[in-house]
């Protein structure tokens, strides 16, 4: 029973040796150690797809598979779920992947998150092995657990030979379970790509009930934005809560792009379902002090257009004075006010000045401060904003009374 022990144990030192070697290991110093009892092993796959010398790893896998009969093609994976196949797709080997493919390799075998080996040849950039996937009865259509085929990571790496390679007679606009396009996990290159070959820049997901504009928003891709907005997306366009994506931009704090958008006409002054502005919104949901600068920015640029805005609607209660003069009196200048013959509370009669006061105040007083009084008492009913106020007492101080 000792000597079957000792013997386990000698054999499992033998065989983490050899898979040790796979590693780093020359083609000579493997075959040595096999010679030497250790046992090639499925596994030993793994470990040689991960060497950073392809060609190395290729005679060995040639030398396990061809010589001493390992089931190359095995069903072994590492913690990931993912088979040799997809490790050497991963990698670009492609005479790698060729040779697994000829031992019965599964080319639509998935990984933990359901991923084939074409969804990381996709991923990575390597057109000649999706090409050679393909040929070799990949599925095109395969969906992973996120909803997404082996087209959309191409699109969201912006690997345009890929794409053109994976598109072949499909829609551009093939939709996720969540309605999401492709449009909307492009880059700035590969949303170029799309929108040449028909994709809708103001398509509507399931969920949010947005456009591609609000995902570039938020991932702060400027170059992406500027490109849906060459080709016509809505930048005011709202989703479920009526946020537009510059409620987005000045949330996350993305300065530039809150500019951006301000400079490409995004209505500053749209409200939400709860009534309030992208600034509001900012500050409500605890974006400070990251969205701080953001906030200054649309405020600052906000103040022009409210004025703009009020000027426009005139004040409550006061028509506006071409209107009110008429054509006819548009060049006339018009009487002064008659003096009211109510007196108001704390106001001293013209006869009885101040004491200390001089008569030139007095005169003032009669021509142009009584005259803005008149103007506050006309607007009693209409409120009036702190800037409004700060410069009617500047002009009024006895209205400080």
Same mark, same amino acid.
């Given at each position: 029973?000792?000597?079957?022990?000792?013997?386990?144990?000698?054999?499992? *030192?033998?065989?983490?040796?050899?898979?040790?070697?796979?590693?780093?290991?020359? %083609?000579?110093?493997?075959?040595?150690?096999?010679?030497?009892?250790?046992? =090639?092993?499925?596994?030993?796959?793994?470990?040689?797809?991960?060497?950073?010398?392809?060609?190395?790893?290729?005679?060995?896998?040639?030398?396990?598979?061809?010589?001493?009969?390992? @089931?190359?093609?095995?069903?072994?994976? #590492?913690?990931?779920?993912?088979?040799?196949?997809? %490790?050497?797709?991963?990698?670009?080997?492609?005479?790698?992947?060729? /040779?697994?493919?000829?031992?019965?390799?599964?080319?639509?075998?998935? @990984?933990?998150?359901?991923?084939?080996?074409?969804?990381?040849?996709?991923? /990575?950039?390597?057109?000649?092995?999706?090409?050679?996937?393909? &040929?070799?009865?990949?599925?095109?259509?395969?969906?992973?657990?996120?909803?997404?085929?082996?087209?959309?990571?191409?699109?969201?790496?912006?690997?345009?030979?890929?794409?053109?390679?994976?598109?072949?007679?499909?829609?551009?606009?093939?939709?996720?379970?969540?309605?999401? !396009?492709?449009? *909307?996990?492009?880059?700035?290159? $590969?949303? +170029?790509?799309?929108?040449?070959?028909?994709?809708?820049?103001?398509?509507?997901?399931?969920?949010?009930?947005?456009?591609?504009?609000?995902?570039?928003?938020?991932?702060?891709?400027?170059?992406?934005?500027?490109?849906?907005?060459?080709?016509?997306? @809505?930048?005011?366009?709202?989703?479920? /809560? +009526?946020?537009?994506?510059?409620? /987005?931009?000045?949330?996350?704090?993305?300065?530039?792009?809150?500019?951006?958008?301000?400079?490409?006409?995004?209505?500053?002054? %749209?409200?939400?379902?709860?009534?309030? !502005?992208?600034? &509001?919104?900012?500050?409500?949901?605890?974006?400070?002090?990251?969205?701080?600068?953001?906030?200054?920015?649309?405020?600052?640029?906000?103040?022009? *257009?409210?004025?703009?805005?009020?000027?426009?609607?005139?004040?409550?209660? +006061?028509?506006? =004075?071409?209107?009110?003069?008429?054509?006819?009196?548009?060049?006339?200048?018009?009487?002064?006010?008659?003096?009211?013959?109510?007196?108001?509370?704390?106001?001293?009669?013209?006869?009885?000045?101040?004491?200390? $006061?001089?008569?030139?105040?007095?005169?003032?007083? #009669?021509?142009?401060?009584?005259?803005?009084?008149?103007?506050?008492?006309?607007?009693?009913?209409?409120?009036?904003? $702190?800037? +409004?106020?700060?410069?009617?007492?500047?002009?009024?101080?006895?209205?400080?009374?």
């Amino acid at each position: 029973m000792a000597a079957e022990t000792h013997v386990a144990q000698a054999q499992a *030192f033998l065989d983490g040796t050899l898979r040790r070697a796979a590693r780093w290991a020359s %083609l000579e110093v493997i075959e040595e150690l096999i010679q030497r009892g250790c046992r =090639p092993v499925p596994k030993l796959v793994l470990d040689l797809v991960k060497r950073p010398d392809p060609i190395t790893a290729l005679k060995v896998i040639k030398l396990l598979g061809d010589k001493h009969g390992v @089931d190359v093609a095995a069903k072994v994976v #590492d913690q990931s779920g993912a088979c040799p196949l997809s %490790l050497a797709a991963r990698k670009g080997h492609l005479e790698m992947c060729r /040779y697994l493919i000829e031992k019965g390799a599964d080319v639509n075998r998935g @990984d933990q998150n359901n991923e084939t080996p074409l969804f990381w040849a996709a991923s /990575y950039h390597h057109a000649e092995v999706c090409q050679l996937l393909l &040929d070799s009865g990949a599925d095109n259509n395969h969906i992973d657990k996120f909803g997404y085929s082996p087209f959309w990571w191409a699109v969201h790496k912006g690997h345009l030979n890929v794409m053109e390679i994976l598109l072949r007679d499909r829609s551009v606009d093939m939709q996720a379970t969540n309605g999401w !396009t492709p449009l *909307f996990r492009a880059t700035a290159s $590969s949303a +170029q790509w799309l929108i040449a070959r028909g994709a809708q820049v103001n398509h509507v997901d399931n969920v949010r009930k947005q456009t591609a504009i609000f995902f570039a928003v938020e991932r702060n891709d400027m170059e992406l934005v500027k490109v849906l907005l060459r080709h016509g997306a @809505d930048i005011n366009f709202k989703d479920q /809560y +009526q946020q537009t994506c510059l409620f /987005y931009a000045v949330n996350l704090g993305h300065t530039e792009m809150t500019k951006l958008l301000v400079e490409m006409k995004a209505d500053i002054l %749209l409200k939400d379902l709860g009534g309030r !502005t992208a600034t &509001d919104f900012a500050r409500k949901n605890g974006a400070l002090p990251r969205a701080e600068s953001a906030i200054r920015y649309v405020e600052a640029m906000a103040e022009p *257009f409210e004025d703009k805005q009020k000027k426009r609607r005139g004040r409550p209660g +006061q028509a506006s =004075p071409k209107k009110a003069a008429g054509p006819a009196a548009a060049g006339r200048r018009s009487n002064p006010p008659r003096a009211s013959t109510t007196r108001k509370r704390n106001e001293r009669p013209a006869s009885q000045p101040a004491q200390g $006061s001089k008569r030139k105040d007095s005169q003032e007083d #009669d021509k142009g401060p009584r005259k803005r009084y008149r103007f506050v008492q006309a607007e009693t009913n209409s409120k009036l904003t $702190s800037k +409004q106020k700060k410069l009617l007492l500047q002009h009024c101080p006895f209205l400080a009374r």
